[in-house]
């Protein structure tokens, strides 16, 4: 639960080097959980708690490659995480829908 900015500098280093292209990216970021998707969210959320607790056992039996692995597929976005990218995204004059 470490603090990092790292998320946001691999979005903009990718719009940067679409930039550097002359390609002038849309982002397009999804809205609020639909009802439609409940069970499918729910279901998302609870394979990334299994990858985290993968994670945490690897990482206690020294296996730090097969951790990182499911460290990665533990990831959860968060609103303040998209809101961060929006606001970095916003200053570099990238359209946001």
Do not use: C, H
């Not at 903009?12 to 390609?23: A, K, S």
């Not at 708690?49 to 968060?78: D, M, P, S, V, Y």
């Amino acid at each position: 639960n470490e603090s990092t900015d790292r998320y946001v500098q691999y979005v903009t280093r990718f719009v940067e080097r679409l930039l550097e292209w002359n390609i002038k990216p849309i982002m397009v970021f999804d809205g609020s959980p639909l009802p439609a998707k409940r069970i499918t969210n729910i279901n998302r959320s609870d394979e990334r708690e299994r990858n985290r607790l993968r994670g945490q056992k690897a990482l206690a039996n020294g296996k730090t490659r097969e951790a990182e692995q499911f460290f990665q597929k533990a990831i959860e976005i968060t609103p303040d995480m998209v809101l961060n990218v929006i606001r970095t995204l916003r200053t570099m004059g990238i359209d946001i829908i």
